[in-house]
């Protein structure tokens, strides 16, 4: 049995497709923005001969009594997407949020509702057998609009090269300056968690995983494809 199949038995509501639009699919899915004024408004998630069973916000929606209930540090928050990719056996979690104009306040936001979103799924996976998270890759994508002139990117660039002068451990320089070099870099979940001051355990922390920043290639796009 999958995680994802004992998770569904586990938690057998989140199947129904009113509760959180959980559908399955080949190739490909996508993810919907749900705010009514969103100029983002979808993002195709892809990989040729992958199966993928896919969650929207409404998963890991409301769970104050593990979160804000219970501590300051766990963020109540909620991403647009969660999904179980299988490929050649391989099972991996992509967790995604679209945001529909570029800022270091929005992508920084962005990857903390991916970050809290997946904890919260996290504990609840714990319980469910065949999930071992040594095993299971994980990816945090958030899809953007690119710049919507020059004028911004300078803007941008400036920022983040002030944050590398005044804390080379902050998102901007220690995340932002490489996902807009790179697009995908590698890392762990205790690098993250440390932006928020969490204590995880070094089991947890150590997990590496992709982050990625998949921009429009044009301001006027309102949807942009994004190969796992």
Known sequence: MSAAIAFLTVYDKVGNIAFADCRQSHDSYEVNEHEDHATMTKLNVTMPHAEFIAFDYRLVKNMKDFTEHR??????????????????????IVATELKSRFSTQKIKYAFTQI??????????????????????????????KCFEHKHQ?????????????????????????????????????????????????????GKELTMSLQVTKNYADTSVTYMV
């Open 153 to 205: 990117e300078d803007t941008i660039q400036n920022i983040l090269e002030k944050a590398k002068m005044a804390d080379p451990t902050s998102f901007e320089a220690y995340f932002l300056s490489k996902l807009l070099k790179y697009g995908r870099i590698t890392t762990t979940l205790g690098e993250i968690a440390r932006q928020y001051g969490l204590l995880l355990n070094s089991h947890l922390a």
């Open 115 to 144: 970050t809290f979103s997946f904890l919260k799924l996290h504990a609840m996976l714990s319980l469910c057998q065949d999930y071992d998270i040594d095993n299971m890759p994980l990816h945090f994508v958030v899809a953007c």
């Open 71 to 92: 501590t300051t540090l766990i963020q109540d928050t909620d991403c647009d997407g969660l999904a179980f990719m299988t490929y050649n056996g391989q099972e991996s």
